[in-house]
Structure formats: C-alpha cells, structure tokens
C-alpha cells in the first residue's frame, strides 16, 4: 500500500504496538517526524515479517534488520509535520488578546407581563420601574416630544419606539396613508407595529424600558389595542394623551412632509380619539402643559397604573 510522500502512517492495529507515550517521544523519531523508506513502499508496521521481528523502533533498532538506517526524505512543500511544529519566527503568531464584546448573552423577548405591584404601604416610583408604555393621541397631540423627553430623563436605560419612524423605513413604494387607506398602507402598519412589538419585548427583556407612541383608534380594531396587547403584552401600559383640537391643529400646522395632515383631517381624527373617554384607560389633557410638565404628570399616571393596571 502506497502512501503520499510526507503523510502520517496509521497506527499500528496487533496488540502491544497501539499507540504509547513512547510512540509520541520526540527523541525516537528523525527531527522531521517522518516514517523512513519502508513507509512509503508498503511495509506498514503490521503487513511485513519485518514489522514483526526484532526490537520496536522506538528501542532504537532499525526496521529492516542489517540495513543501516536512511535519512528521512524532505517534507513536500506546504505539508505541515504532525509533531510539533519547530518554533521559527514567521510561524508564530503572536496570543491574541480576550474578547471584550461580541459575546454578550442576551435573552429571548417574550410576551411582557404586569409589572409588580408594590406593597400597599408604599408609593411606586415609575422613574425607576422598568415598564414598557404606550403613548396614544392624535396628530398633534405631542406624543413624539413628550416620549422622547419622557425617555431622556429616567433614572433607568429607556428607549422611544415611534411607530411612525418605523413605517417610514420603507422607502421605495411606502404606502402614505394620507393617500388613502388601503391594502398596502394596512399592511406596512401591521408590519411596522410587530416590528416595534419585537423591539419593545427585546428591550424588556434585556432590563431596558421602552416607552411607544402611536395613533390608535379606540372604533377601529385593525389599529386598535388589540395588535399592540398581542405583539408586546398584557403588561404594556397604555395612556392616551388628548389635547384640545385647538392645541392639534396648532402643532398639526406646525409640521412639514407627510407628518402634516390637513385641518379636516386633524378634526375627524381629533373627534374619533374622543371615544377613549369612558374607556378606562388614563387620559392626560395637556392643552396647557409644556412637554416636561406632561412627562411629569405621565409618571404620576403611570405610578397609578403600576399600582393598579388598566384592564384593556
């Protein structure tokens, strides 16, 4: 059996040459670590009388018996000795430091729960309390700016889910709904809400509370509470946030792009968010509050929903 000039022989296979330390001793093999002749003629250790008379080789007697020992033949160029390999410069690679980053664990979001409530004696502190909050309105109603200073100013890491922002990621063929509510306009919303859905529950998960804003109407269950309960959780904590429609088509008139809506738009959406009155959810006027006043007054809200959460 022939084998290719420089690649490793198997072991031997009769009882008492397996392979032992003394097999792997450095000093019972030529420097290269390469099998001499007879290896590369067919006279494997157990096919020839050879291999079985006479001393082992690593007694220090020569295979074939009279013969006088052959130098190993160079190795072929590339091949790699199986022992070990002589430290020469070029070869060694310098220790590579630990990694520092890339290698966090981080847990699977699931569905969001209730938040604790604290014991009676005590008064929550939402600035504190790791929650995920769902701040509805109108256009105009200030729900971006208080959400986003709301988030800036916690004592905990908080992110802003804006579903807005994420429906405008799509940039080729988005679906504006102030085109008309249609098909695909339906469909990048779907989209958009179980997107943030997914970021809210891996924020969660990962210790970081999330707060999200959204213009959810209270007769309309395709945009309704229903698809953020289902994508977030039953513990998502939802506060409607209801201006005057004086206050929405001032901020409304404010805008630029396809974030400005028309009066009569404003108006009819104004009048449909009227329906969360009576709906038990909280609700905050901010008609005559600035936007740190507002987030002031939604962690007052939000203490009391801790304490006693809204059923929706």
């Not at 289902?230 to 005057?244: A, F, S």
């Amino acid at each position: 059996m022939q084998h290719a000039v420089g690649s490793p022989l198997p072991p031997p296979h009769q009882p008492g040459h397996g392979w032992t330390p003394a097999a792997h001793d450095p000093g019972a093999h030529h420097p290269g670590g390469h099998p001499g002749p007879a290896a590369h003629q067919g006279q494997v250790p157990h096919q020839g009388p050879a291999a079985h008379q006479g001393p082992a080789p690593h007694q220090g007697s020569a295979p074939h018996q009279g013969s006088a020992p052959v130098p190993p033949p160079p190795p072929a160029p590339g091949f790699a000795p199986p022992g070990p390999v002589p430290h020469t410069p070029h070869h060694v690679q310098a220790p590579q430091a630990p990694e520092t980053t890339g290698h966090v664990p981080l847990p699977p979001g699931g569905p969001v729960g209730m938040p604790s409530a604290p014991p009676a004696a005590s008064v929550p502190d939402a600035s504190t309390t790791t929650i995920a909050v769902l701040l509805i309105g109108p256009a105009g109603a200030g729900k971006t700016s208080v959400a986003k200073y709301w988030a800036d100013h916690r004592r905990v890491p908080t992110a802003h889910i804006s579903l807005d922002d994420v429906r405008e990621w799509v940039r080729s063929g988005f679906a504006d709904p102030q085109s008309g509510w249609n098909d695909n306009s339906e469909a990048q919303y779907r989209l958009a809400r179980r997107t943030c859905g997914f970021a809210a529950r891996n924020f969660l998960a990962n210790g970081i509370s999330c707060i999200l804003d959204d213009a959810v109407f209270p007769d309309r269950p395709v945009v309704g509470l229903g698809g953020w309960k289902r994508h977030v959780g039953p513990g998502l904590l939802p506060v409607v946030l209801l201006p005057g429609l004086e206050i929405v088509l001032e901020r409304n008139a404010e805008r630029a792009g396809n974030r400005r809506l028309t009066d009569e738009e404003v108006a009819r959406i104004h009048g449909r968010m009227a329906g969360w009155y009576g709906s038990g959810l909280p609700i905050i006027d901010n008609s005559q509050l600035d936007v740190p006043q507002t987030a002031r007054v939604l962690d007052d809200v939000l203490a009391r929903s801790i304490a006693s959460p809204p059923q929706w």
